[in-house]
C-alpha cells in the first residue's frame, strides 16, 4: 500500500519543548516537503529536500529543523525558537518535471498544539 | 500583494448545483495549475491540473485557465454532499527553488459545503 505517513496524528507540547514529526514514505520520490497550514494563510513552505543528504529552507524555516538520512525519511523539528508552533503541519513528496510540473502527494497531517 | 488570491469562502449551494471556484495569481512564470481537495483534518489530495489556456475536462470537474488574465476557475457540475471541502488552487513555475526544482504555491482555500 504506497503512500506517505505522517505521525502522530496529534500531538501536544509544552512551552520551550522541541518536538519531532514524523514522515515516512513509499514512493519512490526523491523529493520530501514539509508545510505549515493556518487557518486563512494557505500552505506555507518549510523545509525541502530535493536529495538524501540534502535540504533547503522554504520560505518559513525559522524555528524548524530538518534531516533526510534516507530517501523514504524526512523528519521535521519543532525547536523552541518556533515562536508560534500551533498549527496543522502536512508532508509531502513528489517530483518535478523539467517543463516546470512539480506533483506533491501529501500525508495526512500532524495537528501540533502548544499547551 | 499576495501571488495567489482565492476567495476564502465558505460557499454553501444546494446538491446539484454548478460550484464555480476561482484564483488569480500575479506570476507570469506559473506555468502549471493545479487543484487540490482537502477535507477537514485531511491532506489535500490532487485534483486535476492543466498547462495551456483553456478547459479540461474530468467527470463533473471541469479546470479552466486564461493565461492571459493570470484567472483559473474549477467547476463542479451537479455538486454532491461528499464534494464538501475545502479546494486549494496551486501553481508551480520552473526552478523556483535552489538546486532548480519547481516549487508549488497555493492559495488560501475555498470552503464549499453543498446542502442536501
Known amino acids: 500500500d504506497g503512500g506517505i505517513t505522517q505521525s502522530p496524528k496529534y500531538l501536544f507540547r509544552k512551552e520551550g519543548q522541541n518536538v519531532t514529526l514524523s514522515c515516512e514514505q513509499n514512493?519512490?520520490?526523491?523529493?520530501m516537503y514539509w508545510y505549515r497550514q493556518d487557518p486563512g494563510q494557505g500552505l506555507r513552505l518549510i523545509y525541502y529536500?530535493?536529495?538524501?543528504?540534502?535540504?533547503q529552507k522554504g520560505d518559513i524555516a525559522e524555528g524548524y529543523s530538518v534531516s533526510r538520512e534516507k530517501k523514504e525519511s524526512f523528519p521535521l523539528t519543532v525547536t523552541s525558537a518556533q515562536k508560534n508552533p500551533t498549527a496543522f503541519y502536512l508532508c509531502?513528496?513528489?517530483?518535478?518535471?523539467?517543463?516546470?510540473?512539480?506533483?506533491?502527494?501529501f500525508g495526512p497531517g500532524t495537528r501540533l498544539t502548544v499547551l | 500583494q499576495k501571488e495567489v488570491e482565492q476567495d476564502p469562502g465558505p460557499l454553501s449551494v444546494p446538491e446539484g448545483a454548478i460550484v464555480s471556484l476561482n484564483c488569480t495569481y500575479s506570476?507570469?512564470?506559473?506555468?502549471?495549475f493545479m487543484w487540490y481537495r482537502q477535507y477537514s483534518r485531511k491532506g489535500p489530495e490532487l485534483l486535476m491540473y492543466?498547462?495551456?489556456?483553456g478547459n479540461k475536462e474530468d467527470g463533473r470537474f471541469t479546470a479552466q485557465v486564461d493565461k492571459s488574465s493570470k484567472y483559473i476557475s474549477l467547476f463542479i457540475r451537479d455538486s454532491q454532499p461528499s464534494d464538501s471541502a475545502t479546494y486549494l488552487c496551486?501553481?508551480?513555475?520552473?526552478?523556483?527553488?535552489?538546486?532548480?526544482?519547481?516549487?508549488?504555491?497555493f492559495g488560501t482555500g475555498t470552503q464549499l459545503k453543498v446542502e442536501l
Open positions: 506570476n507570469s512564470a506559473f506555468q502549471y
Open positions: 514512493l519512490n520520490h526523491d523529493a
Open positions: 529536500s530535493q536529495i538524501v543528504n540534502d535540504f
Open positions: 509531502a513528496s513528489g517530483y518535478s518535471l523539467a517543463g516546470g510540473y512539480n506533483e506533491q502527494f
Open positions: 496551486a501553481m508551480s513555475a520552473i526552478g523556483e527553488l535552489t538546486g532548480g526544482g519547481n516549487k508549488l504555491t
Open positions: 492543466t498547462y495551456s489556456s
